[in-house]
């Protein structure tokens, strides 16, 4: 950690953030506007409420709700009372949820109404869950046993903390900078979750290190009052770290948005100056603005449109290798800034934005550089759960396409001769909850974390990721390959596209499986006049079968031989979350689609002849 000082905890951010900026708003959720006063005693009512119900110090609390208020409160009421907030994934299945609830033993954990019944159903098999706290139950409803109405439990601690504030402090005073600010569970992409022990230290670093770089690039400290947006599952690290944790280190004001779906209009209201976006995320906006431009009514406006969205992208892709976009965009370039761009940014909410950030998979480079060029310089950064979200981040004012950035100050970075990438600093976990055995896996004796994935590290010290050590196909041909390139290029050039699987273990070729987007598939349909009632009507659809076409066509051209699919097919079903062919960070269960789909895998491979199955 060199010389550079830390706070002791998390918490003491909480307290001299409603010292010094009591006044400034902390929460917008709704229309409930939450200061940093009070913040810090919503915080400890619900302490001395989890104190009453017996929670312990070194107790698990889990949290299971949406992105709101009461989600950073409950999580910080519950450090303050010496105990471990976890928060659970709000599409977990029963199984999944017993899995994690049992595994980190929460012996008490708070949640929305809409997940009573669920922790309702599996309460009988976790024997150290003693109480459920839920909200927003009408007032009338009968609660069986052991449950407690969440607003009633806080009236009576707000009643008594006056007079016991006391134990409240002294909950708080024995939280150490070593000691567990949250348990993170992997997205279980391998095998069953594991619950990654995050510490205050780890975190604070991280929040250090983004609060050096911004200074270093913007020139000034981040002004108090900043804004940005939580809708992100708090579950997964990146958001607890991008905007609670970060909320709390440069006293920003944090908008909650409930449901994803409202964030297209939340974001015209919050205005964030940091913005946080999966590659999915900024894959939508940007197919959202090619389809508004390509569907205007006045030819006059599509023509503009189509040809400031192919500016952007050409000036875009110039900047970010430092060359010049030729003669005649740079010439037309500052008419689209001024007729095109800003509105753009404006209409999304965007135009605010000093920080974009991307991370948990590769981003296209078409897609950063489009919003390169249209005023939003997105940063990628790398990390995992087990690294407290980080440990490379692209410079604001260098980023490079296909880069995920330099290593933060303080981590070494390393290759091993397989080409895999290890760690080590102090943000690194010091394991995972009741596993040693894959603690001692993933983090050898010299304190290395081996990451499992693969990558390069070119001479300027920018980290290129390549694949995933686990999920590397190995052709019948000897052929070494990572697969996340292929899906990447192949879905890149259609808004249709959901997900894409390449499959080739064993196999001379590879070939591929296609699902469209969940989201999108209606609306595209929609906009060019195709009558699709039912995903079956939109998969029979010429204009459907074309589009994607088209795009595994011009994905393939883009790879090498030897990465090209022989064969695809286009699957009458859509991949979600909740019908398990994804994990709840959108990732592919690579595994769960082998096995469900090895029929349709096979018969993509029936047709091929010969000699297609030579070219591999």
Not at 116 to 121: A, M, Q, V
Not at 273 to 287: A, D, Q, T
Not at 487 to 502: F, H, W
Request: glycine share 8%.
């Amino acid at each position: 950690m060199g010389n550079r000082h830390y706070r002791e905890t998390l918490l003491d951010l909480v307290e001299r953030n409603a010292r010094a900026h009591p006044g400034v708003v902390a929460i917008v959720d709704g229309e409930t506007r939450v200061s940093w006063a009070e913040y810090r005693q919503h915080a400890r009512i619900i302490a001395l409420a989890l104190i009453d119900l017996g929670v312990a110090h070194g107790d698990v609390v889990g949290l299971h709700m949406v992105n709101r208020g009461e989600h950073a409160l409950a999580d910080i009421g519950a450090l303050m009372a010496g105990a471990t907030p976890t928060s659970y994934y709000n599409t977990l299945a029963a199984e999944q949820l017993e899995f994690v609830a049992r595994d980190s033993g929460a012996v008490a954990a708070i949640v929305d109404a809409a997940q009573l019944p669920l922790w309702l159903s599996i309460r009988k098999n976790l024997p150290e869950l003693r109480h459920l706290v839920v909200l927003d139950t009408a007032p009338q409803d009968p609660l069986p046993e052991g449950v407690v109405r969440f607003e009633q439990w806080i009236t009576a601690a707000e009643a008594q903390l006056p007079e016991r504030a006391s134990e409240v402090e002294r909950s708080r005073e024995k939280v150490q900078a070593q000691d567990p600010l949250t348990i993170v569970y992997t997205s279980g992409t391998t095998g069953p979750p594991k619950g990654t022990i995050i510490t205050h230290t780890a975190v604070l670093w991280v929040l250090d290190e983004v609060d050096r770089q911004l200074q270093e690039s913007t020139g000034a400290p981040v002004p108090v009052g900043w804004s940005t947006v939580s809708y992100l599952p708090l579950a997964h690290v990146a958001e607890r770290v991008f905007s609670h944790y970060q909320s709390l280190s440069c006293v920003l004001t944090v908008t909650y948005i409930r449901d994803i779906g409202q964030l297209p209009q939340v974001l015209p209201v919050a205005r964030p100056y940091m913005f946080l976006g999966m590659p999915r995320v900024w894959e939508k906006i940007h197919s959202s603005i090619r389809e508004r431009a390509s569907t205007q009514k006045s030819p006059v406006r599509r023509v503009v449109g189509a040809k400031a969205i192919a500016i952007a992208q050409v000036v875009g892709t110039a900047r970010l290798e430092n060359r010049s976009p030729g003669f005649t965009n740079r010439m037309l370039y500052p008419v689209m800034k001024r007729l095109v761009y800003g509105k753009i940014r404006h209409a999304l909410g965007l135009d605010r934005v000093v920080l974009a950030v991307s991370g948990a998979a590769v981003l296209s480079p078409d897609v950063m550089a489009f919003f390169a060029g249209i005023g939003i310089t997105i940063i990628e950064v790398y990390g995992m759960t087990e690294t407290s979200a980080m440990l490379t981040a692209s410079p604001l004012d260098a980023p490079r396409l296909g880069s995920v950035g330099r290593a933060l100050s303080g981590i070494e970075l390393k290759t091993a001769d397989d080409g895999e990438i290890l760690a080590r600093g102090p943000n690194i976990t010091p394991g995972y909850l009741n596993r040693p055995d894959a603690t001692e896996e993933a983090i050898d004796a010299d304190g290395w974390l081996h990451t499992g994935d693969l990558g390069t590290v070119d001479e300027d010290g920018y980290l290129r990721i390549t694949g995933r050590k686990k999920e590397l196909i190995n052709t019948a041909s000897g052929k070494t390959i990572s697969p996340g390139n292929v899906e990447q290029a192949l879905a890149r050039g259609s808004d249709l596209i959901g997900s894409v699987y390449v499959h080739g273990d064993d196999k001379p070729c590879l070939v591929a499986l296609v699902t469209l987007d969940p989201t999108n598939w209606r609306s595209w349909c929609e906009s060019r006049g195709i009558a699709a009632d039912s995903l079956a009507d939109a998969i029979a659809d010429g204009r459907v079968r074309l589009d994607l076409a088209r795009s595994i066509g011009a994905g393939n051209a883009a790879l090498s031989r030897v990465e090209q699919v022989k064969n695809w097919t286009l699957l009458d079903t859509l991949w979600t979350v909740e019908s398990g062919e994804l994990t709840p960070t959108m990732k592919m269960k690579r595994s769960v689609i082998a096995e469900r789909y090895r029929d349709e895998i096979e018969q993509l491979y029936d047709p091929l002849t010969a000699e297609a199955w030579e070219d591999g």
